[in-house]
């Protein structure tokens, strides 16, 4: 399979009042098409801060990003924010699914982006919450679900656009062992069946076992290189 | 349209904070409401047409009487069928805080009321009784009168020759009633002879503070009016025909300004719903980063929740204002009614629904300005990180 991201000289730097914090050095990282890749490292080592770069939530301060062959790093905000809905779902470790609103309509939401009629983003979201297992709480609200049940929501919230590229920070940070075995199942299963490529930021060994390669990051730097 | 159930969620999002803001955007476009009926009604257009009755009075002022005589010419115009005249008195009742709306009123000016009952033996007494006053019902209950009695008022303006002084003395030979509860603010008046008043005033005789004029069609009585008006053109008694609601209107306008009391109460009442919206909409969106960080990281672009932040303080401010208005367009009836139509509102007009909407939008739109706009530059990193 090919390479669907490729980094190259990628830095990161932070202003914090006059003094600048370079948070990431020199990242040069292939991840390959198919693929699901663990991010480890001791906090404040940079992982989040380049999975929302790979996520094109933030702009690089020097070096390349390519997705599927596209420049991200050399869009726009408005077409970033086309290429995040049509190419990137996102999961978070506080799931950050809108409390007012339904699992369904939580589901629905980057549908809203599309050209899909009414009727379309229903269904399509009635099959994401099926594909997560959570066909049957669709009418309720994050606050009547557990964290393990509203995460899934989110990857169900995530995948239901049918993109190419999941990328997880830290997903089962906050959630007890069954529930973060079933989310990290479930990734598996997005990973193998449905060739989600995955991005995946985590603490926990355990975790990292999911996943098809494991990377460390320490102070801003990749220690262990990639072997596809 | 897609996006409505987002901005209605987050609207409801704290409901009890939503609902106090919203019953004070009620409460705030209820007092508009009824204020600009207030002031529509108090600044009533020239057009009389449609009018049954018309009001003549001097041109100048309220005040300026007109000659006796010009009662007989107004009479011969064409589609005038009747004409009185009644002069103002200014009566107060042994103290000076009791004003008696009192009128001195050639005989057939009830002819011209026939929304006011008095009883046939009762007319014909008063006609009799140079003296003679007729009370209505509710004043006579007011101070305990009865036909029959003798009754002392004092003119704040004119002396009296028999008395010497300010003092006039009436006797009641009639109380009459108001035919529907809409005209109940009629039986506050007291009537008497103008002849009476013509002789025994001080100051000169043979002047009338306005006539009333009985119109046959009132399809046409603004051709009516401009030809009254034209028998005194370029006179010292100019005049103006107008309805009574504006006769009214300018009656009470006398007293007070009431265009800049409504500006001013609604300009504090606007100031103030101002901040307390701002307020809570500047509160709603802080509370909020992070689902609209969200909203961004999907994809929503920046302009869009602007959009969307600017759309909930518009529709907060439309629903608060539209119920409000709704509920003046319920109660002003009944307003206008218990005024015994002294306050001239029937309902809420085209106009202040305009003005009202107009309000509305524009001040959803000043309130969701900054919170919409911090919400277009919010960074999506930092409000994920809460930073
Ligand atoms: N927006 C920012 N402004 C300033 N410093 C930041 C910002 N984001 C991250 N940092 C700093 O960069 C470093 C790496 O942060 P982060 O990528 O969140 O680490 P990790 O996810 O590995 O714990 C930390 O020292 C953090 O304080
Ligand atoms: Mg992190």
């Given at each position: 399979m090919g390479t669907l991201i490729e980094i190259r000289d990628l830095a990161k730097t932070y202003e914090r009042g006059k003094q600048k914090v370079e948070?990431?050095?020199?990242v040069n990282l292939d991840i390959a098409e198919g693929d699901f890749l663990a991010l480890m490292g001791p906090s404040g080592s940079g992982k989040t801060t380049l999975l929302n770069l790979i996520g094109g939530l933030d702009a690089p301060s020097a070096g390349s990003i390519g997705v599927g062959g596209q420049?991200?790093?050399?869009?726009?905000a408005g077409a970033l924010a086309r290429w995040r809905a049509s190419n990137v779902g996102f999961i978070f470790q506080f799931y950050?699914?809108?409390?007012?609103?339904s699992a369904q309509r939580n589901v629905e939401l980057p549908l809203l982006?599309?050209?899909?009629?009414a009727a379309q983003r229903r269904k399509n979201a009635s099959i994401a919450l099926q594909l997560v297992g959570l066909a049957d709480r669709?009418?309720?609200?994050?606050?009547?679900?557990?964290g393990g049940q509203q995460q899934r929501v989110a990857i169900a919230r995530a995948i239901v656009s049918d993109p190419t590229l999941l990328v997880c920070d830290?997903?089962?940070?906050?959630?007890?062992r069954q529930s973060a075995e079933d989310v990290l199942g479930l990734l598996q299963q997005l990973n193998r069946e449905h060739g989600k490529t995955i991005v995946m930021v985590t603490h926990d060994p355990k975790a990292a076992e999911y996943a098809t390669h494991t990377l460390h990051l320490d102070k801003g730097t990749l220690v262990e290189q990639a072997t596809a | 349209m897609k996006y409505l159930h987002l901005i209605w969620a987050a609207l409801f999002r704290r409901k009890t904070r939503t609902l106090l803001t919203l019953v004070s955007i009620i409460a705030a476009f209820l007092l508009f409401g009824l204020l600009n009926s207030v002031r529509l009604a108090f600044s009533a257009g020239d057009s009389v047409d449609g009018a049954g009755r018309l009001i003549v009075n001097s041109r100048m002022s309220m005040q300026n009487p007109l000659p006796e005589s010009l009662g007989a010419r107004i009479a011969?115009?064409?589609?005038?069928?009747a004409v009185a005249s009644s002069n103002w008195f200014g009566g107060v009742y042994?103290?000076?805080?009791?004003?008696v709306v009192s009128f001195a009123v050639?005989?057939?000016?009830?002819d011209l009321y026939p929304e006011i009952v008095l009883p046939a033996d009762q007319r014909a007494a008063w006609e009799r009784t140079r003296t003679g006053a007729i009370v209505g019902a509710a004043l006579a209950k007011k101070y305990g009168w009865k036909v029959g009695d003798k009754i002392p008022l004092q003119s704040t303006i004119f002396p009296s020759k028999a008395s010497g002084n300010n003092t006039w003395t009436f006797d009641i030979t009639g109380i009459f009633h108001a035919k529907s509860e809409q005209d109940a603010?009629?039986?506050q008046l007291l009537l008497f002879h103008w002849k009476y008043f013509d002789e025994n005033n001080?100051?000169?005789?043979?002047?009338?503070?306005w006539y009333v004029v009985k119109v046959a069609d009132p399809a046409h009585a603004d051709a009516v009016a401009t030809t009254i008006d034209a028998i005194s053109a370029?006179?010292?008694h100019e005049t103006k025909a107008q309805t009574e609601q504006a006769f009214q209107a300018s009656f009470i306008k006398q007293l007070v300004n009431i265009g800049l009391i409504v500006v001013s109460i609604m300009g504090a009442v606007f100031f103030t719903l101002l901040l307390l919206t701002g307020n809570t909409m500047m509160q709603a969106v802080r509370e909020r980063t992070s689902e609209l960080a969200v909203l961004k990281t999907i994809g929503f672009s920046s302009r869009s929740v602007q959009v969307m932040v600017l759309a909930e303080s518009v529709l907060l401010l439309l629903l608060g204002g539209l119920i409000g208005l709704a509920v003046v367009s319920l109660i002003v009836p009944g307003i206008g009614a218990a005024s015994g139509g002294m306050i001239p509102v029937h309902g809420v007009s085209a106009s202040t629904w305009v003005i009202g909407i107009a309000l509305m939008l524009a001040i959803g739109v000043i309130v969701g300005w900054i919170p919409a706009w911090r919400a277009m530059r919010l960074n999506i990193v930092d409000a994920l990180s809460g930073r």
């Open positions: 948070v990431l050095h020199h420049r991200i790093d050399q869009l726009g950050n699914l809108m409390p007012m609103l982006l599309t050209k899909l009629s669709a009418s309720h609200k994050p606050g009547e679900l557990s830290e997903p089962t940070g906050d959630l007890d | 011969t115009v064409p589609g005038v069928t042994q103290d000076p805080r009791n004003q050639s005989q057939n000016y009830i603010g009629r039986e001080a100051f000169g005789a043979g002047t009338v503070h370029n006179s010292d």
